[in-house]
């Protein structure tokens, strides 16, 4: 899939859900950013996929500062990753 050019923040509306890992942000302006998992902060962006399993649909972190993944995030923004370098 293609998403946008870099550095630029669409509504989380508009994100892939076939699985693809994006960056998704919190611009609510809230400052909260996405808290804490396990006793572990949670940045106000982070690398996520969508989980469509009925029931639990929704955005989840693909991996965490501590190593754990498919946690449920709430963002109100998102954009592709950027390329890798070529070799």
């Given amino acids: ?3 946008p050019a870099k550095s630029e923040w669409l ?13 998704i942000g919190d611009f609510s ?6 808290g804490w998992y396990e006793g572990v902060r949670v940045a106000w962006q982070a690398i ?7 029931g639990e649909e929704g955005f989840y972190l693909s991996t965490g500062a501590s190593g754990d993944s498919d946690v ?16």
Wanted: no cysteine; hydrophobic share 35%; glycine share 16%.
């Fill in 11 to 23: 509504p989380i509306e508009t994100a892939p859900k076939d699985g693809t890992h994006i960056l």
């Fill in 29 to 34: 302006g809230t400052g909260a950013g996405f």
């Fill in 48 to 54: 996520a996929h969508w989980w469509g399993h009925e």
């Fill in 1 to 3: 899939m293609t998403g």
């Fill in 72 to 87: 449920p995030m709430k963002a109100t923004h998102w954009m592709s990753l950027p390329e890798g370098p070529k070799q």
